[in-house]
């Protein structure tokens, strides 16, 4: 840890692991026997996606998506971009997109959008987290989510600051 740098514990790697455990019963009695292609949203969603794809069973398939914020500061401001495609060709499919985490909701109503265009049969939203008092695109929901957060800035189990700390077992809060 960079001297300075403390991270205060949210939740445990132990209340992880049994979320997830929560949220991959829901997604199996959702879709049943039906094949899902689960496009995870990197870098964050890295993590989440290794873990919950080995608790789903074998009719899923991977896929990886990469958006980023651009225009001026850290906060995404609604211009958004997708510089890492998918691989697969995914219309007519089910997708159901694992993100590490919904803040003011741009990304994920881009990447939905992005989606709908592609003529995908449906999509669905897993996100490990999600800050609702920051939201400033309402209909940017998760269909399964792991945790709602306070609005602090978070780090761990995918989340980076300034790339480091993705490796963390656990989600705590970054103080500067
Ligand atoms: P949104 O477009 O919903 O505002 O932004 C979502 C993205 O912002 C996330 O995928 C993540 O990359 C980043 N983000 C938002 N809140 C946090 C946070 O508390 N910690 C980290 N590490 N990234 C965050
Ligand atoms: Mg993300």
């Not at 993590?47 to 958006?67: C, E």
């Not at 211009?79 to 985490?101: G, M, N, Q, T, Y």
């Not at 400033?136 to 929901?141: F, T």
């Amino acid at each position: 840890m960079t001297p300075g740098e403390t991270v205060e514990p949210l939740i445990s790697a132990e209340q992880i692991e049994t979320r997830l455990q929560g949220l991959a019963d829901e997604i199996i009695r959702d879709y049943g026997e039906k094949p899902i292609i689960l496009l995870c949203a990197l870098t964050g969603g890295v993590i989440f996606l290794a873990d919950l794809s080995r608790k789903l069973g074998n009719n899923t398939t991977i896929d990886f998506v990469r958006a980023s914020s651009y225009g001026d500061g850290t906060v995404s401001n609604g211009k958004v971009r997708l510089d890492c495609h998918p691989k697969l060709d995914l219309a007519s499919k089910d997708v159901l997109v694992v993100e590490d985490i919904i803040d003011t909701g741009h990304t994920l109503a881009y990447l939905k959008k992005y989606l709908e265009d592609m003529n995908v049969a449906s999509v669905r939203v897993c996100a490990l987290l999600d800050k609702p008092s920051r939201r400033e695109v309402p209909e940017a929901q998760a269909d399964y989510l792991g945790f709602s957060i306070p609005d602090e800035f978070v780090v761990g189990y995918g989340l980076d600051y300034a790339q480091r700390y993705r490796n963390l077992p656990y989600v705590g809060i970054l103080k500067l």
